[in-house]
Nanobody, 121 residues
Framework: QVQLVESGGGLVQAGGSLRLSCVAS????????LGWFRQAPGKEREFVSV???????YYADSVKGRFTISRDNAKNTLYLHMNTLKPEDTAVYYC???????????????WGQGTQVTVSS
């Protein structure tokens, strides 16, 4: 059974930083494409970042230069380092796993429950 468990969300002031973690089990972690998505109230789930099994990364324009995705294959853990946070970054953040290189949420077959990030102005 695949499980993805996010942690690290919270309340932070604008300009602050947070690090999200996602611990995975029940899937071939080292060969999986891993991604972060977010969903704000009343909005569609949107792509944030993705990392391949060899460490290739891609970011949404809205977070490029502020967020960094990384993975520790020895710990089956995915990270999202978020710096210079803005109020518009407020959302529930989800980690997800896919079998191919993609940014489309429809092609990610496994999802975590999400962790809330709230950025106050």
């Amino acid at each position: 059974q695949v499980q993805l468990v996010e942690s690290g969300g919270g309340l932070v002031q604008a300009g602050g930083s947070l690090r999200l973690s996602c611990v995975a089990s029940g899937l071939p972690f080292t060969s999986s494409v891993l991604g972060w998505f977010r969903q704000a109230p009343g909005k569609e789930r949107e792509f944030v970042s993705v990392i391949s099994w060899i460490g290739t990364t891609y970011y949404a324009d809205s977070v490029k230069g502020r967020f960094t995705i990384s993975r520790d294959n020895a710990k089956n853990t995915l990270y999202l380092h978020m710096n210079t946070l803005k109020p518009e970054d407020t959302a529930v953040y989800y980690c997800a796993a896919a079998k191919i290189w993609t940014m489309s949420p429809d092609l990610f077959g496994s999802w975590g429950q999400g962790t809330q990030v709230t950025v106050s102005s």
